[in-house]
């Protein structure tokens, strides 16, 4: 089973359409990200959170929003959604106990969205 | 410019050619370096962290080079399941990591 899961894995929807990408996991990481990765970009951070009463803009916190509902669970919303929000989204858990050096990222298998 | 650059590639090499690749960024307060794999439409992967004096796993070697801002990754001995874009990370703060747009590598029988 995978440690960090994210739901759906592919997603087409239209313009001004509310929809929400679910990630989980099972790592107990306290950190959670969200992510998009767009062709000759490499990825962005949209929001994170270093616990479950903390969130915190990314890079590209435009025209989404997070919620953390759980240690476990951070989901990403797009409220109104736009053709250029098409894009690979990934979502991420992280550990910082052994230090900024080795800090490294858990991902999960990422969801394809369309927005037409 | 991009705080973190990598050249695309792609890299098409045959198997056990010696393949590298440099990563350079702009910020010259970031923290910590590191290395991830990601394979066609998949998460990425985290390869190696980089290390102030350089460091080797396995075929994988990666240095830093703080003065100039760059980091480097070689790979030696290529083989077939090495195909795969290569993303260069650089920790600026604690939240904050940027990623390269990645370089392609093709290994070739």
């Known amino acids: 089973d995978a440690d960090v899961t994210q739901t759906p894995r592919n997603r087409i929807t239209k313009t001004g359409k509310r929809i929400m990408l679910e990630c989980s996991q099972t790592?107990?990481?306290?950190?959670m990200y969200w992510y998009r990765q767009d062709p000759g970009l490499g990825l962005r951070l949209i929001y994170y959170s270093f616990d479950v009463k903390d969130i915190n803009k990314g890079e590209i916190s435009d025209g989404y929003s997070v919620s953390r509902q759980a240690q476990a669970k951070f989901s990403l919303s797009l409220e109104s959604a736009i053709p250029n929000q098409t894009a690979l989204y990934f979502c991420a858990t992280s550990d910082p106990g052994q230090g900024a050096t080795n800090e490294k990222l858990f991902f999960g298998s990422g969801t394809q969205l369309s927005v037409l | 410019r991009k705080e973190v650059e990598q050249d695309p590639g792609p890299f098409n090499v045959p198997e056990g050619a010696t393949v590298a690749f440099n990563c350079t960024y702009s910020?010259?307060?970031?923290?910590?370096f590191f290395w991830y794999r990601q394979d066609c439409r998949k998460e990425p992967k985290l390869l190696m962290s980089v290390y102030s004096s350089g460091n080797e796993d396995g075929r994988f070697t990666a240095q830093l080079n703080r003065a100039s801002q760059y980091i480097s990754l070689l790979i030696r001995d290529s083989k077939l399941s090495d195909s795969a874009t290569y993303l260069c990370?650089?920790?600026?703060?604690?939240?904050?990591?940027?990623f390269g747009a990645g370089t392609r590598l093709t290994v070739k029988p």
């Open positions: 990370v650089v920790r600026r703060s604690e939240n904050d990591m940027r």
């Open positions: 910020n010259s307060a970031s923290q910590s």
């Open positions: 790592k107990g990481h306290d950190r």
